[in-house]
Each structure stands twice: as C-alpha cells, then as structure tokens.
C-alpha cells in the first residue's frame, strides 16, 4: 500500500489541488499531512501572497488547508497554499484560443482575465468583426468570452488578445467594400457589377479589315459620281451660253 502511495505521489503534476492538515511548523514553513507516504513541505513565502515573518501568523498545527502541488520529489512534495496561475508566461503562446471574462473596459479596449498574472487587453478593433466606436457596443463586465492570444511580452507584462479571430467571418455583401486590417476599406467590387457596367457602357463598331476596304470603294464610286456630275453640269452650262452668243449674233446680222 505504501509503495502505491509513493507512486501516486511521484505522478502528481504540478497544479494538483490537494487538502491536508498542518503536521507540523517550523522556523521556514510547514509540513503537511496528505495521507501519502511522503510528506508536504510549504516553504514560508508560499503561505500567502503577502510577506511574512512568522508562520504562526498564517497557520497553526491542525488546521486542514488546500494545497497546490509546485514539485513532486523523492522525499517531498512542495506544495504552495497560494492558488497557481492558470497560464504561466512561458505557457502562453500566439494563436491558443483561451476562455476568459471580461473585467474591465475603457474607450479602446477591453481587459479579460485570462488566468494569467495580469489580465489581457482585446483593443477595440479586435472586438468583433466591422466598425464599433466603443467596446460596451459588444461586451460588458462579467461576460464569458472566448479569446485568441496574438502577443505576449514579458518584459512589459503585455497581453494581446483578440475575439473577433475566434468569431466566423461575416457574409460579405458583393458589392460592399469590404474593410482590411485596422478598419481601412479597400476598393474591391464584385465581378458581377463590372460586367454589368461594361455591358451599359456604349460600344463602337469593330470592322472587319474587308469591311474597311468595301466601305472605301464605295466612298470612291461615290466622289467619283459626284465629280462626273459637277463636270456635265459645267458643259451644259458652257453649251447654254454659245447657244445664246449664236442666237445674238444672227439677230445683229438679220437686222443689217
């Protein structure tokens, strides 16, 4: 049964919850009963969050506490009264879809407690899908939400999260344009609207190049037409003016 025990021990993975009861206190901490072979050990400055001098002052022997395995070892397990982190930073990673619940909200943005030390920031426009001037348009405080990570940094204690990449993309209308990463709109039209205009638009005749000749031998015959017309008319005209220079002269010659 012990050998069982011990072996449940060594299994126990970091963040197991267990409860016992403070076996014993000491100048650095405190040992607790789990009911397994091995013992818990809690160091001091993991008693509670704040700092503390004296362990009496947190603790006393007998008293059942709830307990978060740190390490399982050998002869030991660490344990931590001081409630883990759901996400570590190192855990954290871009494009990990996480539940969360939004705690507090400001004009750009939006704060979700993801578990981590800090809560995350989802900036207005990364809130849902098109425009919104203000994120209580969306969410409120206390509202379950789903987020995906985009960035995080350490250093600064910077979270980036984003609901609108957990939300389907919305139906696009085709001849609505259609808005591109950080709000702007860009002039895309359905294929559909454009034929329609270039079908509207009115059309010049193509001609063929045989057409082309054809149409310029008749231009041709036609100029010609009009020249040979031009040139009877001018004889006439020359015919009917020595007709009467004729008439005039026997006139003169029958009055002598």
């Given at each position: 049964m012990a050998e069982n025990e011990m072996t449940q021990a060594n299994a126990l993975e970091s963040k197991t919850k267990l409860k016992g009861k403070i076996a014993k206190i000491t100048i650095g901490g405190a040992i607790i009963d789990?009911?397994?072979?091995?013992?818990?050990?809690?160091?001091?400055s993991q008693l509670q969050k704040e700092h503390l001098t004296r362990v009496e002052d947190a603790v006393e022997v007998g008293q059942e506490v709830e307990v978060w395995v740190r390490r399982a070892k050998k002869?030991?397990?660490?344990?931590?009264?001081?409630?883990?982190?759901t996400l570590e930073w190192r855990e954290m990673k871009p494009e990990v879809t996480v539940k969360g619940s939004v705690v507090r909200l400001e004009t750009y943005g939006a704060f979700?407690?993801?578990?981590?030390?800090?809560?995350?920031l989802v900036h207005v426009s990364e809130i849902a899908h098109g425009y919104i001037k203000d994120p209580?348009?969306?969410?409120?405080?206390?509202?379950?939400?789903?987020?995906m990570i985009l960035e995080v940094n350490?250093?600064?204690?910077?979270?980036?999260?984003?609901?609108?990449?957990?939300?389907?993309?919305?139906?696009?209308?085709?001849?609505?344009?259609k808005r591109g990463r950080g709000g702007k709109r860009t002039n895309t039209r359905s294929v559909a609207a454009m034929m329609a205009?270039?079908?509207?638009?009115?059309?010049?005749?193509?001609?063929?190049?045989?057409?082309?000749?054809?149409?310029?031998?008749?231009?041709r015959a036609d100029s010609a037409k009009k020249g040979g017309k031009k040139a009877a008319e001018k004889k006439?005209?020359?015919?009917?003016?020595?007709?009467?220079?004729?008439?005039?002269?026997?006139?003169?010659?029958?009055r002598k």
């Open positions: 789990l009911g397994m072979e091995l013992p818990g050990v809690i160091h001091i002869d030991r397990i660490e344990l931590t009264m001081i409630e883990p982190l979700v407690e993801i578990g981590a030390e800090r809560p995350g209580s348009q969306v969410v409120k405080v206390g509202d379950e939400v789903d987020v350490r250093r600064k204690k910077q979270i980036r999260l984003s609901m609108k990449a957990t939300l389907p993309e919305p139906e696009e209308s085709l001849d609505r344009p205009e270039i079908d509207d638009e009115p059309k010049t005749p193509e001609h063929t190049a045989m057409e082309m000749a054809w149409q310029a031998a008749l231009d006439v005209e020359a015919n009917s003016d020595l007709t009467q220079d004729e008439i005039l002269a026997r006139t003169l010659e029958q």
